[in-house]
């Protein structure tokens, strides 16, 4: 007979051809490219799976997926949350194979969005495919909520949510990713941090001056330089008055799951070729505490002036800055934003203009409910004990997970999928390694077959 | 009989086509374009009026063109200074007709160049058309200087100076510019302040990284501005240790010749569209002794990061800032950069890597040497009453002027150019009236005609 790990191999092998048209497709929600195709395609693949699909276009912004699978074998009902769009490929000239060009080099997938998130779907429709071919049927309800503009802040996401709550309630919702540390441990996260992403443009001119002139008038990337190192010290103490006011300390119990998980700070230096010490930011010390529960300011993006070769004298009449916040539970994207804004009046950057383009609050769920123990339990059966298993109660990472919790009555969110700790979201040459993703196939198997004995 | 003014009109129109070819050719040195063709066209144009011509190249850098009209009817000898390089013309998008097309509208002329130094070329040529057509020859011997590289900054032009030095000894020289301000007096100048460009980079990791991990290590950009902010106060301080206290006091008569010269803050505001305040520095208020007698630091450029539309949640691995200093008398490049190296050393910053782009020492030569007092007599001839003859003791702006002091017998250097306040010179639609370049002419000629009359 042949073993799970083997069919599974074999259903992957028999999806690549969906896998890699849909990796090509370029869904770059910041830039607006690829949408309907990558709509298009998905539907197609739920469809061909069975499931009722909708496609949710009727509230503004890229269209939003509702799948259903329904099983005459239990009441329970699983929810995945994914997205299909990616983030920009830029900058190009890093990518060692074409970013929109599924790649695969020892046993490593290369493309952009493979990790970020449409590996991750993959592993749920290829684990429908195993328990469709198996039984005929799910062995519990499945609904899917796939959306388009995760990677932009989930902008349109909460009028659709409040609108179509009734389909997507659910027992308990897979998030979109997850996976493995440097250390091989796979966590489970139960909350996100929130996200206040803003740029800041400023104009001190209407046309670039002879710089010869600076002795007389401002130019716009000093204002700019000097508001942003206003809002925070060169030891990474953010000095927007306020700021940290309203944070919600953690819990012993959140403390004690944290440090559990091993931040690898020789394999962080290995794996992004690090320059600087870690940080400790006197409120934490460079460990999981300050990546689960402290806020972060951070430089996205600079822009000004002259920056082709050698040298322009030039006084730039324009600079632009793209900025963000990581904010932890306590915090809002509403309050951050004033926060700015009363933090650049008070130093005197009236002239510098803030937009913001997006924003999402923080969300933690029970690390000890009935599905985050489902989950954690069916990780163990899969991935033990090559890899601990490990519950941490909030990712770094941002999304919309404190829409569901609004809207899908305090619904119940556990992460999982197949990155790894050289996956480069966000960056060039991003990837996933393909044993975790017949893992990852394996999970998501393993928790619908014991959906059905979850309490409650 | 024909006035001087018609016939200098007649010339200027019969010598367009080759003015137009000299202007359309792209001569960005920082962008090492059109260098041949340039300096193909120059030696055909002075070739062409009889001129003892030599390219001299045989010290690196672009070619340093060497020319001589020998006169049989005076032994003084006048030197022109010139460069046949141009700025970059980005940003491209703001120019209103293409940046090599020479362009007329409303009697103005508008061509990267024209301004910065083409235009000025020509109207020592059409000068000399003028009096080889009324005499045959011309009224004193005459030298040009017309060097490739100085909108980088002369890097390669001192060993020629050196080695060629007896073939430019001169009784006095005209710099490349000049021209009238925003009320239309006329400026001659005696002087340059001094400059250092930089270019500053930081790399803190190989790869670009999500930036949920900002928690725990440092980005390119955040180190970039902190370091940069740590160079300025808010209130245009420059905070660099030891950085005025060389800074050579101007004298009474210094001091009195500048306030002369109005800074018309309205005519700036209106010409730039400035939205700042006009910068008092603690120094000097903002009038012609700051723009005269005060040091600057510039940011020119800012690159880091994600700059397209939209947002993307990126930590750079990398950062760059192009910085200039311009220096007044009694400061030095090789000084300065040592300051500011200190400075980022002292500052934490010994990741910011700083590389020298430009260096140039200022220079200021007497204002009542004979030869300032001939250009001003010859210029009150042709500038006034519409336009007052000023004499300044030093230009903001920035050339080899030392480098002729030190190897030509401290040169007698004074401006005249047809630059005007919308010249905007290093920006796009650079420009030259029609009218002040048939006074630059006449003023050439003028010039020529009394250099025989020169004391000493």
Known sequence: MTSVEETVKELASQTRDEFYHYLSIPTVSAQKTGIPETVEAVKAMLEKRGADVRVLDDLGGNP????????????????????????????????????????????????????????????????????????????????????????????????????????????????????????????????????IYMELNVSTASIDAHSSLAALFDNAAWRLVQALASMKSVDNRILIEGFYDKVVAPTEE????????????????????????????????????????????????????????????????????????????GQTPADIEQLVRKHLHKHGFDDIELKVLAAQSPYRCPMDSAFVKLVEASANDVYQPESKVLIRPTNAGTGPMDLFGKYLNGMS????????????????????????????????????????????
């Open 254 to 329: 959140e403390i004690k799951r944290t440090l559990d998980i091993v931040v690898d700070q020789e394999g962080f230096n290995r794996n992004f070729g690090l320059t600087r010490p870690f940080i400790e930011d006197g409120r934490n010390p460079a460990n999981g505490l300050a990546l689960t529960f402290s806020p972060t300011l951070t430089v996205n993006g600079l822009l000004s002036g002259y920056i082709n070769q050698g040298s322009k004298t030039v006084l730039p009449k324009a600079a632009m800055a793209k900025i963000e916040c990581r904010l932890v539970l």
């Open 413 to 456: 969110i556990a992460t999982s999928g197949t990155g790894w700790a050289k996956s480069q979201a966000h960056a060039p040459n991003e990837s996933m390694r393909m044993s975790d993703y017949y893992q990852g196939i394996r999970h998501m198997i393993r928790l619908m077959d014991t959906m059905d004995d979850m309490e409650g």
């Open 64 to 195: 939003v997926i509702y799948a259903s699978f329904v099983s005459s074998k239990s009441d329970k009902t699983l929810l995945f949350y994914n997205h299909y769009d990616v983030q920009p490929p830029e900058p190009f000239d890093e990518w060692l194979s074409e970013p929109f060009v599924p790649t695969l080099r020892d046993d490593i997938l290369y493309c952009r969005g493979v990790a970020d998130n449409k590996g991750n779907l993959m592993t749920r429709l290829v684990a429908i495919d195993y328990l469709l071919m198996r039984d005929g049927e799910l062995p519990c309800n499945v609904k899917f909520l796939i959306e388009g503009e995760e990677e932009i802040g989930s902008p349109h996401l909460e009028p659709y949510l409040e609108k179509y709550a009734d389909l997507w309630q659910a027992d308990g919702c897979i998030w979109e990713f997850g996976g493995k540390q440097e250390d091989e441990s796979f966590v489970i996260d139960c909350g996100l941090k929130g996200l």
